[in-house]
């Protein structure tokens, strides 16, 4: 019974890895897919039910996904979209809460306000995961991509302290307005500290250890540790993991290259196994989700399903185009910037899908509360897991067609960025043409090998203009840089050709194998990226 158990936890990682490899190479969201496939396995016949445990979700998947997105997110453009972010992961957080259980107190008989509220912060915060990932492969605005990105980085920690206040309501503790916004502000305030506390000493030990495997091992370690140190004083682990992520990631420049190169390798691994994991388990959540659901009307169900869904949807566009009105007209900056127009906030409005925080929370609802049954809890787990399911599947599907309808791609954003990447490499190779000159006047250099570090700097300017014209010349044809690369690519696969053979013959050993072969990738991944 043990082995054919830990055979199952092995199947969800491989079976999540299949599917989602599967999506990629279809061009298809993977995470939409895994949702999809979990569905479909939780109907397979001989599958356990895989019912998510809320601390596993909470304290081992959220730090690391949470404290990867916050690293690679720019803090200056989150800055500068620091009023949009909060009026979304805080404001629109609190006015989904009130609306959705206010809405589910009154279409559904016998459910109490506070537990309704319950099911509101539950369902308040969206993953917008598989909306940036539509997003950044459809080109949509920088802006709206990092209003995305900024508001699922910070809403989780509003959710879950008004799931808090609301579950306390709902066992029968008194609990006053200004006691439960006296919470919210004391874990915020508390979790950035302890954030910012961190942020600095890990960053200290991780540029003193010249280690890139240690360097990245504390890096490992640091949004578990945020996230512990934080709601052990009662704070938010989410604001604590979030602003010590944006630290470290905004002071990474100062690592070596190395260990930026593996520490951004690694992640990315992690996070798409992390993110494969959690979509399909979305879908296996069925059978546990229905089991307590027997005696009821599947009528009445889908009703209930059908209108809180429907809710969470439309307070979304109620919150998002009055609160951007509003913003412009209050802001002087705010008005001297493009306007996101009503297609923008169209796009902003339907990138609602929720993720695994609302179920694992809905999973953490207690089944008794003050002695007694807590009020509606297969309910709040079934409406839960519907609005999770609807937003997914109706909204991530259709997010792409949208977007495309909608004609927001930001095209003349990505030739701005790529003439303005030209202009920094030309000034980058300049500066350090002059450095080179200087070292040659102190020292006398080989003419050959200044010549050479010439030619390299002289390259690396001209691809940055290349790449304005897409890689080809007026005519279409093929660039000197580009018949560069693709030469030297040839080369290299003679070169690896060699290398193998050598080894397979015993000529050189598997270590030494292994040195070249890290060597010749390397250059790989830097022809490939020009």
Do not use: C
């Amino acid at each position: 019974m043990e082995t054919t158990h830990a055979l199952w936890l092995l199947a969800v990682p491989v079976g999540a890895l299949m599917v989602a490899a599967g999506a990629r190479r279809i061009g298809l969201p993977a995470p939409l897919i895994l949702v999809i496939a979990g569905l479909g396995f939780s109907f397979a016949p001989g599958v356990p039910e895989f019912e998510l445990d809320p601390e596993f979700v909470l304290y081992v998947f959220l730090p690391p996904l949470l404290f990867a997105a916050a690293w690679q997110s720019s803090f200056r453009n989150l800055r500068d979209n620091a009023w949009s972010i909060g009026m979304l992961s805080v404001g629109l957080v609190l006015f989904t809460t009130l609306a959705v259980g206010y809405a589910a107190h009154l279409i559904i008989p016998g459910l109490p306000l506070s537990a309704a509220f319950v099911l509101g912060a539950i369902v308040a915060p969206p993953d917008a995961v598989a909306a940036v990932s539509v997003a950044q492969r459809l080109g949509l605005p920088r802006r709206t991509v990092t209003v995305l990105i900024g508001e699922s980085l910070f809403n989780d920690a509003t959710a879950l302290t008004a799931f808090r206040v609301a579950l306390i309501a709902a066992a029968g503790a008194g609990f006053t307005f200004l006691e439960g916004a006296g919470r919210f502000l004391f874990a915020a305030a508390v979790g950035a500290a302890i954030g910012l506390l961190l942020g600095p000493p890990l960053h200290w030990l991780r540029t003193r250890m010249h280690d890139p495997l240690v360097e990245n091992g504390i890096a490992l370690v640091a949004p578990f540790a945020a996230y512990l140190l934080a709601e052990t004083a009662h704070a938010s682990g989410v604001i604590a993991v979030v602003v010590s992520g944006l630290y470290l990631g905004h002071r990474s420049t100062e690592s070596a290259a190395v260990t930026r190169l593996i520490g951004g390798s690694f992640w990315k691994v992690m996070v798409f196994l992390l993110e494969s994991v959690v979509f399909l388990l979305i879908g296996l959540q069925l059978p546990p989700v229905v089991h307590g659901l027997s005696g009821r009307s599947w009528q009445q169900l889908a009703w209930w399903a059908v209108a809180v869904f429907a809710v969470t949807v439309v307070a979304r566009f109620a919150w998002v185009f009055p609160a951007a009105r509003i913003h412009r007209l209050a802001s002087r900056r705010e008005r001297a910037r493009e306007s996101p127009g009503w297609r923008g906030l169209t796009a902003v409005s339907w990138a609602g899908m929720r993720g695994v925080v609302s179920l694992a929370a809905a999973f953490a609802v207690p089944f008794t509360a003050s002695g007694a049954p807590f009020p509606g809890r297969d309910l709040i787990l079934f409406l839960t897991f519907t609005t999770v399911l609807g937003t997914l599947l109706v909204q991530g599907l259709t997010f792409p067609a949208l977007i495309r309808a909608l004609g927001i791609g930001g095209e003349h954003e990505r030739y701005a960025d790529t003439v303005a990447e030209a202009g920094a490499q030309h000034a980058a190779a300049q500066a350090a043409l002059e450095r080179l000159e200087e070292l040659n006047a102190a020292e006398r250099l080989d003419e050959a090998v200044v010549e050479r570090l010439r030619q390299l700097a002289e390259d690396r300017r001209l691809r940055a203009w290349e790449r304005l014209g897409g890689g080809a010349g007026p005519e279409g044809e093929e660039v000197p840089t580009a018949t560069y690369r693709r030469l030297r690519r040839e080369m290299l696969l003679a070169e690896r050709q060699v290398f193998v053979r050598m080894r397979d013959e015993r000529r050189i050993d598997d270590e030494v194998l292994a040195r070249v072969m890290h060597e010749l990738d390397l250059e790989e991944v830097a022809l490939n990226r020009a």
